[in-house]
């Protein structure tokens, strides 16, 4: 499969170098030049599949060329033999119309996990390959940081510096990152907030002395195959709910718009979806996109669902190039418009294209905690925040056909942000055993200013140059 620039000028890669690159040289993200399709018959088919199973057939067609069968196999075993669940995601059913996908079984206790476990793999099987390093410098609100270090701590070929704005992440977050010790992994604590922490990860990929020692990688969801890997999970729900026969309609709490855009590459692929509901917190670009086409950046405001505190959604601009007919330069275009104005309007095109699958929903504090309550009290269900803003947009959808099953994604677990969940229902979840002695643990973090050169002189400093 080949892979192609939503801007235009890039190089079209391979999986393996769509993988490796994250961002394309002209600023645009990669896509797979063409949706493989499966036809109804062929979705039939895959009912019955273990997770692990259904990940190769589904994955297969995205990775022809560079991987076989068999490592694709192998890969796909490692990753997910490894869950606290044997169903890797399970489905819960909260009412006759309404079930929650529960992805929050990996080590870091988010739906992260099942995307980076995958993404760790492939790093080491496509570097081994070149005989190259890779430093992966990334910024976190919380989840990513975590799920990315756990996926690739301890590994040859890569090393990892993951900034987070200091004391401005729950202490749960933090102790998942700084208490994993292995010689490659670097925490950064810095001044400031995580748009600050961002903006140095963005200045050292653009920095020459930077990038003229080391390889430099992302684990954010600009990475292809973090996409990939998540759309394995609308087809093995929308399998267990009748697919291809019946129609599944999604409900998918979103921040950067990778999940939610994962839904989307699974109906594009041939999984006969309903609706995909992009469910917002007060942050709402994207509901107002999608609402009057007015996709333009306010300030960022905290909320509960720290995870979904985002004003500019990378992922976002897969489904405008898509929709808008893969017009690679008129997307760069549109996008500079952006970058100076932090606005921009969506073409009737865009408009048509995205109001055929999707429609938004957007939850204050309060009704999130209503969601919380909702599920605790009709269901028995301690549901994490992130998940409630989900829940809120699926109770209240509406133009879904009666009989169709409403599917909120359940992102984190609920002991993740247990103030919040306390607050809301007051019940305390308490931590799986999987994440063992999280609070004994030692921590280990640098203490950083607010300065860009005191980042790059660390990364610098600390970071094992690779030969290119
Ligand atoms: C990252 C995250 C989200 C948002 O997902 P996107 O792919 O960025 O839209 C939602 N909930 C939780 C718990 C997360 O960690």
Not at 300 to 320: G, K, Y
Not at 356 to 369: C, G, K, M, V, Y
């Amino acid at each position: 499969m080949e892979y192609i620039s939503t801007r235009g000028s890039a190089p079209a890669l391979d999986f393996e170098g769509a993988t490796l690159a994250g961002l394309a040289t002209d600023g645009g993200l990669y896509l797979p030049r063409e949706w493989p399709r499966l036809s109804e018959a062929e979705i039939r088919e895959l009912r019955g599949l273990s997770y692990a199973a259904l990940a190769v057939q589904i994955m297969r067609p995205f990775v022809a060329g560079s991987l076989t069968d068999d490592e694709l196999e192998a890969l796909c075993e490692a990753v997910y033999g490894d869950f606290g669940h044997a169903a890797v995601t399970p489905l819960v059913q909260l009412n006759e119309t309404h079930w929650l996908l529960e992805l929050f079984h990996g080590p870091t206790l988010a739906f992260k996990d099942v995307a980076l476990q995958m993404l760790g793999h492939l790093f080491e099987t496509f570097l081994e390959r070149r005989e190259k390093r890779l430093t992966i410098v990334g910024a976190t609100s919380g989840d990513t940081g975590s799920a990315a270090i756990n996926a690739v701590a301890g590994r040859d070929r890569v090393e990892i510096f993951m900034l987070h704005p200091n004391g401005r992440v729950s202490e749960v977050q933090r102790r998942q990152m700084t208490t994993v010790r292995a010689p490659n992994v670097h925490n950064l604590a810095i001044d400031g907030s995580f748009d600050d922490a961002q903006r140095h990860v963005k200045t050292m990929f653009a920095d020459q002395s930077v990038r003229e020692t080391l390889n430099l990688g992302a684990v954010n969801s600009i990475n292809w195959a973090r996409l990939m890997a998540q759309v394995v999970y609308y087809f093995y729900s929308a399998l267990q709910l009748g697919a291809p026969d019946r129609k599944v309609a999604y409900s998918v709490p979103t921040g950067n718009f990778g999940d939610v855009f994962a839904g989307y590459v699974a109906a594009q692929m041939g999984l006969p979806i309903e609706r995909l509901i992009v469910a917002t917190n007060v942050n709402d670009i994207l509901h107002r996109a999608l609402t009057n086409g007015d996709y333009s950046t306010g300030e960022t405001t905290a909320t509960i669902t720290p995870s979904m505190d985002i004003q500019v959604s990378s992922n976002f601009e897969r489904l405008l190039f898509d929709v808008g007919g893969r017009d690679g330069a008129a997307m760069a275009a549109q996008m500079r418009g952006f970058d100076v104005n932090k606005a921009m309007q969506l073409t009737n095109a865009q408009r048509e294209g995205a109001a055929a699958l999707f429609t938004s929903a957007r939850a204050d504090q309060t009704e999130t905690a209503r969601a919380l309550q909702w599920a605790y009290r009709n269901a028995d269900q301690v549901i994490d925040p992130h998940t409630g803003v989900g829940l809120h947009a699926a109770l209240n959808a509406d133009g879904i056909a009666s009989g169709t099953p409403i599917v909120t994604l359940g992102t984190a677990h609920p002991a993740k942000f247990r103030e919040a969940v306390e607050r809301a229902v007051g019940v305390r979840p308490s931590l799986p055993s999987r994440v063992g002695d999280l609070f004994g643990r030692e921590e280990a973090m640098v203490e950083l200013g607010g300065e860009y050169e005191s980042t790059r002189d660390f990364v610098l400093a600390n970071a094992v140059a690779s030969a290119d």
